[in-house]
């Protein structure tokens, strides 16, 4: 018979970022069991935060998320369309530690959050307005399960002009928070580090290559996929 442990560790391994996970609670057991001193926020912390975020939410009117990184290429949430935005006084940088989803407690990954300063350039969904409260409430247990961010509301400009949306900077007072490291260590990182749900190496390659499929192209990560490549001969 497994062990708790062996039952722990190969749900971990298994893990994949779906909306069933996530509505489950699979995704949060799995955080909790890979490291039980990391504190991560109950269903009324989160229904909490949500709620304080809607507030300027006209009920019947639809609502749009920016993205940045992977909720740009697997969202797991509903929506109505999408398209290109710009949002400007905050740029997209590998500021947040992960020991747990794309990396491990003996080699952690990055991940990439909103730094202030600059512009960013990425996808704005629109939400239809009777599925908001479910939608956002995945995104919220998906985004905000261990507080590493901060939900923010601000203005994208579009083809269509500019619109509001809900967006998620780095929370610089968390102990996740990596700072802002040289590119050539951002690189090392990104190169070597995996966990149970990939590599942080497939995790830029999302990006990139579904960011170019909107016509974006951020030098940073161009930048940082080239090194990459070139560390992995090219692969």
Not at 13 to 20: C, D, F, I, N
Not at 66 to 95: D, K, M, Q, T
Not at 207 to 234: E, P, Q, S, W
């Amino acid at each position: 018979m497994a062990s708790d442990r062996d039952e722990t560790t190969a749900a971990t391994a298994r893990m994949e970022l779906t909306r069933e996970t996530i509505r489950s609670g699979a995704i949060r057991r799995a955080v909790m069991a890979a490291d039980p001193t990391l504190r991560t926020l109950d269903d009324a912390e989160l229904a909490a935060s949500l709620a304080a975020t809607l507030g300027r939410w006209n009920r019947r009117e639809d609502i749009r998320l920016f993205a940045y990184g992977s909720l740009i290429w697997n969202p797991a949430f509903h929506f109505v369309e999408r398209h290109a935005g710009v949002v400007r006084g905050y740029h997209r940088s590998y500021c947040l530690w992960t020991a747990l989803s794309r990396g491990t407690p003996e080699r952690p990954g990055l991940m990439l959050g909103l730094e202030r300063g600059g512009a960013c350039r990425g996808l704005v969904y629109r939400i239809a307005a009777g599925e908001v409260l479910e939608e956002l409430d995945i995104v919220w247990r998906r985004e905000m399960l261990t507080g590493a961010y901060v939900p923010r509301w601000v203005k994208v400009t579009t083809q269509a002009g500019r619109v509001d949306a809900v967006t998620f900077a780095i929370n610089r007072d968390h102990s996740r928070y990596a700072g802002r490291l040289p590119e050539a260590t951002v690189a090392e990182i990104v190169a070597g580090a995996a966990g149970p749900l990939g590599s942080c190496s497939d995790y830029l390659a999302n990006t990139v290559d579904h960011l170019a499929d909107h016509g974006i192209r951020d030098r940073m990560l161009l930048r940082l996929h080239k090194k990459i490549a070139a560390r992995c001969g090219g692969r």
